[in-house]
């Protein structure tokens, strides 16, 4: 004779609660064997065990009881696949979205660390090969619904060409910055490895630049900027183009207020004095 279980044996061994397994069996998803007619008692078989393995698998996959309840009713094996097909088709699809959301938290991790170090942010000299990109023109005066859009933008050219990275650029006018006008930003673009037949398409010019690193929330840049000016002016040089500021679309809460990693860099020259 086989052995028959109690629900208090079957609960144990599968790690669940009495409460779920009575709770299975009002729903017709998980019966027992046999029930006693005198005691009320359930009873279980070896042979269930499987199939209860894999209902707690589709269950812990976030199938919900309804959805699994469906696939035990399937009537043919071709039914079954189908339905299981369906199901693994969208399973993958929500663990791809995790994997992206996971991805997102960790650069987002990375950028708090590596705002969190400050041996990195006096100013100094770097010299920038010329580069393609791909550039939009941001309507004026600058405000942060017409970035947004500009921004939304660049994203779409960035799809379309199907250029993978998170790093962009702007550029904002000496003169603009002088003025306090940190926000009046002039292009917002992105740097590519390859030459595009791209209406936004352009080559930005390389060489000396001034560079320091921002690592605060946006609204205090302006010191960064201030600081590079100092540098650029101590050290005999002439600026000779717009800034170019590089950063990350990985955003971070910094409690003050929000921000990214930003390389503030100035094209400049040597200036006899």
């Keep these: 004779m086989k052995k028959k279980y109690k629900i208090n044996e079957i609960a144990g061994f599968f790690k669940i609660s009495r409460q779920t397994l009575i709770y299975y069996d ?15 008692y359930r009873y279980y ?3 269930q065990f499987s199939n209860l393995r894999f209902i707690l698998t589709l269950k812990e996959a976030g199938f919900s009881l309804k959805e699994i309840r469906e696939y035990t009713k399937s009537r043919s094996p071709e039914e079954s696949l189908d339905y299981l097909e369906e199901k693994k088709r969208l399973l993958d699809l929500k663990i791809k979205k995790m994997n992206e959301s996971k991805l997102k938290i960790d650069r987002k991790i990375s950028e708090i660390k590596n705002m969190m170090k400050k041996d990195d942010i006096e100013p100094q000299m770097i010299y920038l090969e010329s580069m393609e990109a791909v ?16 921004f939304s933008d660049l994203l779409e050219i960035r799809e379309e060409l199907d250029i993978q990275g998170d ?8 003169e603009d910055i002088v003025l306090g006008n940190t926000m009046e930003m002039k292009t917002i673009g992105f740097f590519s490895t390859t030459s595009y037949n791209h ?8 060489g000396w630049f001034a560079s320091i690193i921002h690592k605060d929330t946006w609204d205090t840049i302006d010191k960064s ?30 409690g003050k207020g929000e921000g990214t990693i930003t390389q503030v860099t100035f094209p400049v020259k040597y200036h006899k004095k």
């Design 26 to 40: 009002d729903i017709g998803l998980f019966k027992p064997k046999f029930v006693d007619s005198e005691t009320s």
């Design 167 to 174: 790093d962009y650029f702007v550029r904002i006018s000496k």
């Design 135 to 150: 550039v939009i023109q941001i309507e004026k005066p600058c405000d942060y619904l017409k970035y947004d859009k500009t």
């Design 225 to 254: 900027y201030e600081k590079l000016f100092d540098y650029i002016e101590d050290n005999g040089y002439e600026i000779i183009g717009d800034s170019i500021e590089f950063f990350s679309e990985v955003i971070v809460h910094l």
């Design 45 to 47: 078989g070896e042979d």
């Design 199 to 206: 209406k936004n398409s352009l080559k930005i010019e390389g």
